[in-house]
């Protein structure tokens, strides 16, 4: 069994640093500091990931999962508002034009690396047909409700909803992921576990302490709050 989880130093610093460039942008300003701020946040952000993972560890599968998607969807979701809050040029559509991006970048970029990289190291890969199955379904129905449909809807001029159709939209998506959440959780945990995860005890890392994950968990929160408020900076 392999080593328990360490918290690299930087994972501790970059929260703690990015607050306090933050809380000294009332005294300090320039290009110099901005550009201090912005490493910052791409720090606090590369941090909360490593948090979320270690806690992701401890809770195991497929809560883990879960946790690692509410972080970078605050994450991802703090950057896009405070960029459309910005305004400019095409902000209005910048959460549609992400959302679309984060998806082909999933689906096409880290699913082929993933396939280029396991295959050439294992030769030959397994995968739960049932619990690939019930993502890609999921993600394609609401992705085709979200991005593709406004497009042919005629109720409100250009492809966007009117208010009723996204309210009836929003609920339709809530009660897919829902859905999907609950197949992950409940009915069908083991589709979304390793085959021999109760067996064999070298298909995981050995889950880290107590203390370490009660650390990870404070400096997520801390780097998410970071992140939100570097962001709107």
């Known amino acids: 069994m392999k080593s328990k989880i360490s918290l690299p130093l930087w994972t501790i610093a970059a929260p703690i640093t990015a607050s306090l460039l933050f809380f000294g942008s009332s005294y300090f300003s320039g290009d110099v500091y901005t550009i201090l701020q912005a490493c910052a946040l791409i ?3 590369l941090a909360a990931v490593h948090h979320a993972e270690v806690v992701a560890h401890r809770v195991g599968e497929p809560y883990g999962t ?20 910005a305004g400019g040029p095409g902000s209005d559509t910048l959460a549609r034009d992400t959302v679309f991006a984060a998806v082909m970048i999933i689906i ?21 047909i ?7 379904v999921t993600l394609t129905a609401i992705t085709v409700l979200t991005l593709v449909l406004p497009n042919y809807t005629t109720s409100v001029l250009g492809p966007v909803y009117s208010n009723g159709q996204l309210i009836f939209i929003a609920i339709v998506c809530l009660i897919l992921y829902g859905t999907f959440v609950a197949v992950q959780t409940g009915r069908h945990r083991d589709y979304f576990l390793p085959p021999d995860a109760d067996t064999d005890e070298e298909v995981h890392a050995a889950p880290p302490t107590n203390n ?10 801390a ?11």
């Open 130 to 136: 049932y619990a690939v199955s019930a993502a890609l």
């Open 108 to 128: 096409t970029g880290i699913i082929g690396l993933c396939l280029l990289s396991g295959g050439y190291r294992f030769k030959e890969q397994e995968f739960g």
């Open 43 to 45: 720090a606090a952000v």
């Open 66 to 85: 879960l946790l690692l998607a509410i972080a970078i969807t605050v994450i991802e979701v703090s950057l896009i508002v405070s960029l459309m809050l």
């Open 212 to 221: 370490a994950t009660a650390l990870s968990l404070g400096l997520l929160l």
């Open 223 to 233: 780097c998410l709050g970071a992140v939100v408020l570097l962001a709107k900076k």
